[in-house]
């Protein structure tokens, strides 16, 4: 799989960083393919993702 510089990503403006997470979703998704992970296993990875960014929101909104 390609290298990923998330600092490059992080300093990209709003609409280059926007295109890079397309790119690099894009490029995960087909790694993953690649690799024999079938679509309910990706999804499941997804929603693994979803649900860890939900929870550090969550603790976010709560601290004063």
């Known amino acids: 799989m390609p290298?990923?510089?998330?600092?490059?990503?992080?300093?990209?403006?709003?609409?280059?960083?926007?295109?890079?997470?397309?790119?690099?979703?894009?490029?995960?998704?087909?790694e993953l393919r690649s690799q024999g992970y079938e679509s309910r296993q990706i999804v499941a990875l997804a929603s693994e993702l979803i649900d860890q960014v939900t929870t550090e929101l969550g603790e976010n909104s709560a601290r004063p």
């Open 3 to 30: 290298q990923v510089n998330v600092q490059q990503i992080a300093a990209a403006p709003p609409v280059d960083r926007n295109r890079a997470l397309r790119i690099l979703a894009k490029s995960i998704y087909k």
